[in-house]
């Protein structure tokens, strides 16, 4: 049972958009920033967003976070096959003193 | 290159011992924080453990709380993680991963390609 709640998969079409959602606690998302990782198959997981709405340099612009209250969404537009993977949410938690992770979501590309 | 390689897994039985090593290259290690995530099959990540720059904060997730302990060589460009009476539950692709600098630090920026621990009699 992860801190963290995600959806377990969401597909869509090429060129379609889709949201990730990612629930937490006031102890966790509610106090700090949210983070997102991209996991492609058989591959390591890959930071894709960080604090809440931030894009490394190398994440296509396609890819987008926002955050309210305690939960963080990642956002996704004009999917392509390549965008399949698992996405992982990460927070860290003030009142644990533990770094929290949703399950992670399947994203599938019809 | 900024690159983190992992080493040390391998099978154990139950109530052995392994040591996982992380090598780090193409950044200052002293600088950062680390982290160990460890991946069960099928399943999502886990975070394991955490420390500072200075070895002084360390935390570490109730699940091994008392039987992994990790630390850092500065020296040596590499990060530890001494595992104790392991259990099949333990079993999982384990990866390092470096905590970002600011404005990222509530991140984890680089991971490793991950080494694989299977905990079976």
């Known amino acids: 049972q992860s801190v963290l709640t995600q959806p377990p998969s969401v597909s869509a079409a090429p060129g379609q958009k889709v949201t990730i959602s990612c629930s937490g606690s006031?102890?966790?998302?509610?106090?700090?920033?949210a983070s997102w990782y991209q996991q492609l198959p058989g591959t390591a997981p890959k930071l894709l967003i960080y604090?809440?709405?931030d894009l490394p340099s190398g994440t296509p612009d396609r890819f987008s976070g926002s955050k309210s209250g305690t939960s963080a969404t990642l956002g996704i537009t004009g999917l392509q096959t390549g965008d399949e993977a698992v996405y992982h949410c990460?927070?860290?938690?003030?009142?644990?003193?533990?770094?929290?992770f949703g399950g992670g979501t399947k994203l599938t590309v019809l | 290159e900024v690159q983190l390689v992992e080493s040390g897994g391998g099978l154990v039985q139950p109530g052995g011992s392994l040591r996982l090593s992380c090598a780090v290259s193409g950044f200052t290690f002293s600088l950062y924080e680390m982290n160990w995530v460890r991946q069960a099959p099928g399943k999502g990540l886990e975070w394991v453990s955490f420390?500072?720059?200075?070895?002084?904060?360390?935390y570490y997730a109730d699940s091994v709380k008392g039987r992994f302990t990790i630390s850092r060589d500065d020296a040596k460009n590499s990060l530890y993680l001494q595992m104790n009476s392991l259990r099949a539950e333990d079993t999982a692709v384990y990866y390092c991963a470096r905590v970002g600098s600011v404005p990222a630090a509530e991140s984890m920026d680089v991971w490793g390609q991950g080494t694989t621990v299977t905990v079976s009699s």
């Open positions: 604090d809440n709405d």
């Open positions: 006031s102890s966790n998302i509610g106090d700090n920033s």
């Open positions: 420390i500072d720059t200075t070895g002084s904060t360390i």
């Open positions: 990460g927070a860290w938690d003030s009142v644990l003193s533990v770094w929290v």
